[in-house]
């Protein structure tokens, strides 16, 4: 349904330079300005108050004057939404609290399908990092080193696979080990934009030997793994690469990534995310949830410029004249869900729609 004549929404962004150059794409404003809908750029070097009027503000700064400043326009202007309410993203920026909300989803499992986090242990000062007891927590090596932050700066996506306790010497807390699970060398991106659910396959980490861990070395720094440097990793090449088209390995089952995404969606208050996934080859039909990530590259996305757009336009028609629906509760009262074919998709790159 397009936007009635005369009425148009502004929505204001406030992004990082990079994320801006990548996500605020020409198609994106276009498709936009067909349901009547402004992007707007926010002027960082300006007080937000100053600036609009806005009817929704989205954005991915950080920050503690940026979160007074986005508190202090909504106190001004309360029937304008804030994707996401920040409070709620900062719960992703810590590696423990993120993944708990997992843990305690209510999510029914069916057709001998479960689902779960890999185990893990916070590791605080560089003291600790040589003495911790990983079968006192259930681990044992090879582990995933991860920094404990994660707030999408560069030193955040620095993990090392550790083969041994050489290899434990040389991280640098406070960092996250995390439980390596053989999984096939496959990861699923699941992205998440409001009711809408698109599942991706990916090239991962190769599966390891644990008879042949006492001939490698102490760790493999993930970005070894593709021997691309960082700035191809950030263009096509490297997702060009990532991909994965075997047409062997099949996505695990809509429902259940449906049924978290929901989950997640409902328990942490936001609406832009993913989250990452992986089958435990030793049981086949067990996925982990492994990452999530805040307002993920929706630009290399199949369509991102008409999800995008549509989920404005929900959140604009259907939110407005209630601000708590600023973490759009209103739109997911309902347990009904509903799977769309997508013909943007096919069994490589799978979308679904929750109706909620």
């Known amino acids: 349904m397009e936007g009635p004549m005369g009425r148009r929404f502004a929505v204001g962004y406030a992004l990082a330079s990079k994320k801006q150059a990548s996500f605020i794409q020409i198609s994106l404003i276009n498709v936009a300005k067909e349901k009547n809908i402004d992007?707007?750029?926010?002027?960082?070097?300006?007080?937000?108050?100053?600036?609009?009027?806005?009817?929704?503000?989205?954005?991915?700064?950080?920050?503690?004057?940026?979160r007074k400043q986005l508190a202090d326009y909504s106190a001004d202007n309360p029937n304008v939404l804030i994707i996401?309410?920040?409070?709620?993203?900062?719960?992703?920026?810590?590696?423990i609290s993120m993944l708990q909300v997992v843990s305690?989803?209510?999510?029914?499992?069916?057709d001998s399908v479960s689902f779960g986090i890999p185990k893990q242990t916070p590791v605080y000062d560089a003291d600790e990092v040589e003495e911790v007891n990983l079968e006192g927590e259930g681990l044992k090596f090879p582990v995933i080193a991860k920094p404990l932050v994660a707030d999408g700066s560069a030193k955040s996506h620095k993990m090392s696979l550790v083969y041994n306790r050489d290899g434990l010497s040389k991280l640098k807390p406070p960092i996250v080990l995390q439980e390596f699970v053989n999984h096939g060398g496959v990861i699923f991106k699941v992205y998440v934009v409001g009711e809408y659910v698109k599942c991706v396959k990916r090239k991962s980490l190769p599966d390891v030997n644990e008879e042949n861990?006492?001939?490698?070395?102490?760790?493999?720094?993930?970005?070894?793994?593709?021997?691309?440097?960082?700035?191809?990793?950030?263009?096509?090449?490297?997702?060009?690469?990532?991909?994965?088209?075997?047409?062997?390995?099949?996505?695990?089952?809509?429902?259940?990534l449906v049924d978290i995404a929901r989950g997640l969606r409902l328990a942490m208050g936001l609406h832009l995310f993913n989250f990452d996934v992986i089958r435990d080859t030793r049981i086949g039909n067990r996925y982990l949830v492994i990452d999530i990530n805040y307002f993920p590259g929706y630009a290399k996305m199949p369509s991102y410029e008409r999800v995008l757009t549509d989920f404005f336009w929900d959140v604009l028609t259907k939110g407005k004249g209630d601000k708590n629906d600023a973490n759009l509760d209103g739109l997911m009262k309902k347990e009904v869900r509903r799977l769309v074919s997508n013909s943007e998709c096919d069994e490589d790159d799978t979308g679904a729609t929750i109706t909620t």
């Open 39 to 66: 992007l707007i750029k926010i002027d960082l070097e300006k007080p937000l108050i100053e600036q609009g009027p806005f009817d929704l503000v989205l954005h991915k700064i950080c920050g503690a004057e940026w």
């Open 84 to 95: 996401d309410p920040p409070d709620a993203i900062e719960r992703l920026h810590n590696r």
């Open 104 to 110: 305690e989803l209510n999510v029914v499992e069916c």
């Open 213 to 256: 861990l006492e001939n490698v070395k102490g760790l493999l720094l993930f970005s070894q793994v593709s021997n691309l440097n960082s700035v191809e990793r950030c263009g096509d090449t490297y997702y060009q690469m990532m991909d994965l088209q075997d047409g062997k390995t099949e996505i695990p089952p809509m429902s259940l």
